[in-house]
């Protein structure tokens, strides 16, 4: 075995354990593409928009759509046919600026779009996904319903034919985009099994109801759909799917976005305790030179290489074709508490200044309190690895 004869590189603590040369350098490009976009544009007012409860969805998706990330690793359809790996370093550096900006691109990429290109007919994706990719049309998800959440086969939503049409009606809550969008991807239980229906805007008996009151994921839409006797043609139904696999191979895709972003959101929390605790002063010294500080700074600082890390096998196993759902719920397991954790750590360390939005670090804190909820809880994914460890199903 040859001993390397060359000093390591210098520390860095924004990457501690050098990850950044295990990327291509397309991916350092796509990247730091996204990273700048959220510098100039998210950063700056994410703050206002998550005190005020709105965010200006369509002017983002233009935005988004004019970076290429909207449904950026599908191919075809004016997506943008990049790697897994790319798509994850997006979504990592949206989420460091907020859950929310990358909730946007993971329920309209990995959700709604997705959903129409994987099991949508030819005149589906040809009406939809370039407009979808563009950023011209917003689209949202719906499967979760009030009393049909980790478990989806439950659904109340039904879909019966007439004729050559379908009736669709049912009430589905907690969607994402939901009143901002031009299409709805919609999950009903009907007699062929669970299927999925592409629902424009205005279609009658379709409206929406935005969610308020919510004291995270403030800068990102939530809606209920109401569906009242919504008659739809057969074309509006996906037609290459009839059952919960469905709605569960899209959830795929974006829990795989979140297991990148949540580390994005955990690393902006550990930048900022970082910056903080080298500036301010309490008995006459940075509080970074006590050990406690320095304690909780290595921890974040493991935290976010770890979670990186995770993500990026994850990633180049998704490249490979070779990635299972029960490796994006160990991700979206771990990443995500162990983002929730540094959070919380860092919200201590910056003390009074921890609760307001001058800073960055509560508002990722109570976004990610979603995020551990969304896209299958920590409970549903521990159980997902539990069955994959044992052979046995702790769900029902
Ligand atoms: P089960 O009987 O196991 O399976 C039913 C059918 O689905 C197939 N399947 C999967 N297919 C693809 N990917 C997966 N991960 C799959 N898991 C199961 C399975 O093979 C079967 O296919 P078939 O052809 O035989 O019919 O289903 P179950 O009813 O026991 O449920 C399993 C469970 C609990 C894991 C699943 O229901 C689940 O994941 N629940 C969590 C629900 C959830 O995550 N909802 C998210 C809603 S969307 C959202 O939150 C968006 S947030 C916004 C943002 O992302 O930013
Ligand atoms: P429940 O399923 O009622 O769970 C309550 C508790 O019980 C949890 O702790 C859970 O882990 C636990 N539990 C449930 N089952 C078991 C079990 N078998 N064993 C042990 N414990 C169990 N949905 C969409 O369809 N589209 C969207 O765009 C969307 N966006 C969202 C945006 C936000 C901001 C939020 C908060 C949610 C969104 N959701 C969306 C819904 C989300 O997917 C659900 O909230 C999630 O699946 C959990 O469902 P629930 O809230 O009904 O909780």
């Given at each position: 075995?040859?001993?390397?004869?060359?000093?390591?590189?210098?520390?860095?603590?924004?990457?501690?354990?050098?990850?950044?040369?295990?990327?291509?350098?397309?991916?350092?490009?796509?990247?730091?593409?996204?990273?700048?976009?959220?510098?100039?544009?998210?950063?700056?007012?994410?703050?206002?928009?998550?005190?005020?409860?709105?965010?200006?969805?369509?002017?983002?998706?233009?935005?988004?759509?004019?970076?290429?990330?909207?449904?950026?690793?599908?191919?075809?359809?004016?997506?943008?046919?990049?790697?897994?790996?790319?798509?994850?370093?997006?979504?990592?550096?949206?989420?460091?600026?907020?859950?929310?900006?990358?909730?946007?691109?993971?329920?309209?990429?990995?959700?709604?779009?997705?959903?129409?290109?994987?099991?949508?007919?030819?005149?589906?994706?040809?009406?939809?996904?370039?407009?979808?990719?563009?950023?011209?049309?917003?689209?949202?998800f719906g499967l979760t319903e009030p009393d049909a959440g980790s478990d989806p086969g439950s659904m109340r939503t039904?879909?019966?034919?007439?004729?050559?049409?379908?009736?669709?009606?049912g009430q589905k809550m907690w969607i994402t985009?939901?009143?901002?969008?031009?299409?709805?991807?919609?999950w009903?239980?009907?007699?062929?099994?669970?299927?999925?229906?592409?629902?424009?805007?205005?279609?009658?008996?379709?409206?929406?109801?935005?969610i308020?009151?919510?004291?995270?994921?403030?800068?990102?839409?939530t809606?209920e759909?109401?569906?009242?006797?919504?008659?739809?043609?057969?074309?509006?139904?996906?037609?290459?799917?009839?059952?919960l696999?469905?709605p569960l191979?899209?959830l795929?895709?974006?829990?795989?976005?979140?297991?990148?972003?949540?580390?994005?959101?955990?690393?902006?929390?550990?930048?900022?305790?970082?910056?903080?605790?080298?500036?301010?002063?309490?008995?006459?010294?940075?509080?970074?030179?006590?050990?406690?500080?320095?304690?909780?700074?290595?921890?974040?600082?493991?935290?976010?290489?770890?979670?990186?890390?995770?993500?990026?096998?994850?990633?180049?196993?998704?490249?490979?074709?070779?990635?299972?759902?029960?490796?994006?719920?160990?991700?979206?397991?771990?990443?995500?508490?162990?983002?929730?954790?540094?959070?919380?750590?860092?919200?201590?360390?910056?003390?009074?200044?921890?609760?307001?939005?001058?800073?960055?670090?509560?508002?990722?804190?109570?976004?990610?309190?979603s995020?551990v909820t969304y896209e299958g809880t920590a409970d549903v994914h521990?159980l997902?690895?539990?069955?994959?460890?044992?052979?046995?199903?702790?769900f029902?």
């Amino acid at each position: 075995m040859s001993t390397p004869t060359a000093a390591p590189p210098a520390l860095r603590p924004e990457d501690f354990l050098n990850i950044d040369r295990m990327l291509s350098d397309e991916e350092r490009d796509i990247r730091d593409t996204v990273r700048a976009y959220v510098r100039d544009k998210i950063t700056p007012n994410v703050g206002d928009w998550f005190e005020e409860g709105q965010v200006p969805a369509a002017e983002l998706a233009k935005e988004l759509g004019s970076l290429n990330v909207l449904g950026m690793h599908l191919e075809g359809y004016g997506c943008a046919g990049a790697s897994a790996t790319a798509y994850g370093l997006a979504c990592m550096e949206l989420e460091a600026g907020d859950s929310g900006i990358r909730s946007l691109v993971s329920v309209q990429g990995s959700l709604a779009m997705f959903a129409i290109w994987k099991w949508g007919s030819e005149e589906q994706k040809q009406e939809w996904l370039p407009r979808m990719a563009a950023g011209d049309a917003i689209g949202c998800f719906g499967l979760t319903e009030p009393d049909a959440g980790s478990d989806p086969g439950s659904m109340r939503t039904r879909a019966r034919r007439d004729g050559d049409d379908w009736i669709v009606s049912g009430q589905k809550m907690w969607i994402t985009n939901g009143s901002v969008s031009e299409v709805a991807v919609v999950w009903a239980q009907s007699d062929e099994g669970v299927l999925g229906f592409v629902v424009p805007k205005g279609t009658k008996g379709f409206t929406t109801q935005d969610i308020h009151k919510k004291l995270s994921l403030r800068a990102s839409i939530t809606s209920e759909l109401l569906l009242d006797e919504v008659r739809l043609p057969d074309s509006a139904r996906l037609p290459l799917v009839s059952s919960l696999k469905g709605p569960l191979s899209c959830l795929n895709e974006a829990r795989y976005g979140i297991v990148w972003g949540a580390t994005g959101a955990a690393r902006a929390c550990f930048e900022a305790a970082l910056s903080y605790s080298k500036e301010r002063t309490q008995f006459d010294k940075p509080i970074a030179s006590y050990q406690i500080q320095q304690q909780k700074l290595a921890f974040m600082a493991t935290e976010v290489n770890r979670g990186t890390l995770v993500a990026l096998q994850l990633g180049r196993l998704k490249d490979e074709g070779a990635i299972r759902p029960e490796h994006v719920s160990m991700g979206k397991l771990g990443n995500v508490n162990g983002a929730l954790e540094v959070c919380r750590n860092a919200r201590q360390v910056l003390g009074a200044n921890g609760i307001t939005l001058e800073y960055p670090v509560i508002r990722h804190m109570n976004n990610l309190e979603s995020v551990v909820t969304y896209e299958g809880t920590a409970d549903v994914h521990a159980l997902s690895i539990g069955q994959a460890l044992t052979g046995i199903s702790a769900f029902r």
